[in-house]
């Protein structure tokens, strides 16, 4: 089998399992995608991955992207539909998880990283005078905030 | 070598957009509207008459779920607060206490010339947190979620962290393996991040002068009080988290620590995994809701682990204190 075949199966291979059914998709989160996407990297070398979830090969004649619908799903251990804060950085340390959209105090924690696992909306970290700090969209995440954080808030 | 014909070959092969949009519909696509809109039965597949077999099955696993989740949560349903029996107990000290500021001196000139000679962009830790969901319905539900965590960074802030689970204990004390997420021992998170990517916060290689240490920990960690050594102790376990020091760095670790007010020796202790070691705890001044334990080598003077303890004033916490919120035990 050629390159080209191997790689256009990876591919089939890796669309199949992002469109696997609901209950996976529920569990995918970014670091599955990330070992899709060391999975194809690996079954097919020479490419270079170019964002959290494409890789390019042949500069760029080939592209694969890895769940384009990750903005509505986990973020990292941040479930889906939460704001979560965390204390240390990379999503990692204790977390705070919030369900509703509204202003929560993280003072029991030094926020270090934020995930926003929203469908949609933004989340601010902002500190006491309520200056924002940190910015974060549906679907997305900030592994290393200013610290001052004592607050969170969506719209 | 790129065969271009056998590429455009095989994707026109493997793109089932290639039809026109307003092309006719093909036999079976004619075929299949007719059984979809007339309801005549599709032959099922062995496995959808799998499926359906197990559904009654299926509906007795999840009513036998939600009674044990009843049972195992409740304080998941409502919030009320209950205490955590399964946290680990506070740590209390034995023996003659050691001033703070002397013992780490004496350790801090051991340790200057131990290994390793330069730093690792790399930490192995355990930690151990109680994490709290506020829930949609205001209720608050708080578990621990213990962690051993590699951390392995770049120059450029590449990098790959590897998480590996434990059992998650839930406010009653009650351990629950059968309701885990995942088993313990299972890798949950084995992540790798392109340049740019990773989260660290001391990105300068760590000095070895212990000025330059404080002015290190306060710039980079976001210190601001040097004076508080709950914030002082919060950058430093940052710091641990990312590097493995040097013995001259983590000999100006030490030696910046013992400048900073507030340790005081709570004798000697065995840090959680298992190791002999001595406890100093600091309060922070302005923050009186929880406070922090520092735990050294008994023998080197090396920091071992640090834990924060819950002392009260958190309505939102569904837990009484004190309580230990979170430990982590460098390896």
Known sequence: MSKIAALIGTIALLMALTAAPAQAAQTATRQAVQQQINAALTATPGGEQTSANTVEWNDGDIILTVASNLSTQAVGSCATGYVCAYSSTNLLGTKLSFG???TYSTSTITVRSVANARSSGTVRGKNN??????????????????????????? | MFDEEELERQLRRADPATTPSNAPPSVRAEADLRRITTGAAAKKSPQRRHRWLALPALGALLVLAFFLVQQVLPSNVGGNPTAIAATPPVLTGTGTPREFAVFVKEAAAKLRDQEPETPIREASYESWNVNTDFNADGSTFSYVSPQEVTTTWRADLSG???????????????ITPDTAPTPAGAIVREERFIAGEMGIVFAAEPPTDAAAMSAYLTEYGGIEDPN???????????LLSEWTLSGAEHSALLESLAEVPGFESIGSVTDRLGRAGLGFSAQSPTDPRFHSILVLDATTGEILSMEKVYLGGVPEFSFDPPTVTSYIAWK
């Open chain 1, 100 to 102: 509703s959209c509204a």
């Open chain 1, 129 to 155: 005078a309520g200056t924002t700090l940190v910015t974060v969209t549906a679907g997305n995440h900030d592994n290393s905030t200013p610290t001052g954080i004592t607050q969170v808030t969506c719209s």
């Open chain 2, 160 to 174: 790959e962290i590897t998480v590996v689970t434990g059992t998650p204990y839930l406010p009653e004390g009650s």
């Open chain 2, 228 to 238: 508080d050594p709950a914030q002082v102790l919060e950058a430093v376990g940052q």
